[in-house]
């Protein structure tokens, strides 16, 4: 069973960048697709970015594309996202999720493995 950590999150204030790691347990991190997601309080988790098991390709959701760069090290069993300029309504748990098969999918339940979540807060 593939298990996910992530780290990197932190208090910030408007502006400033973060990155944000995810650590996977198995070299199998190579054959899943990679995700992060967020939830804000109050909210459903809310897709971020996704990437490809090759690291080919990429897609964003709107509210951080332009910002964000997700990519991996397949070598290094890590799945990162790049967060700049960021604004108070970024402000959330991020988490990172695995899936085999098809990628780019934004729903949460199409994902099969998640980290525990690091936390991000941006202050204005």
């Known amino acids: 069973q593939l298990q996910l950590v992530e780290s990197g999150g932190g208090l910030v204030q408007a502006g400033a960048s973060l990155r944000l790691s995810c650590a996977a347990s198995e070299r199998s991190f190579s054959a899943y697709a990679m995700a992060w997601f967020r939830q804000a309080p109050g909210k459903e988790r809310e897709f971020v970015a996704a990437?490809?098991?090759?690291?080919?390709?990429?897609y964003y959701a709107d509210a951080v594309k332009g910002r964000s760069t997700i990519s991996r090290d397949n070598d290094k069993n890590t799945v990162y996202l790049q967060m700049n300029s960021l604004k108070p309504e970024d402000t959330a748990v991020y988490y990172c999720?695995?899936?085999?098969?098809?990628?780019?999918?934004?729903?949460?339940?199409?994902?099969?493995?998640w980290g525990q979540g690091t936390q991000v807060t941006v202050s204005s």
């Open positions: 990437i490809r098991a090759s690291g080919s390709s990429d």
């Open positions: 999720a695995a899936r085999r098969g098809t990628w780019g999918t934004v729903q949460p339940w199409e994902y099969d493995y």
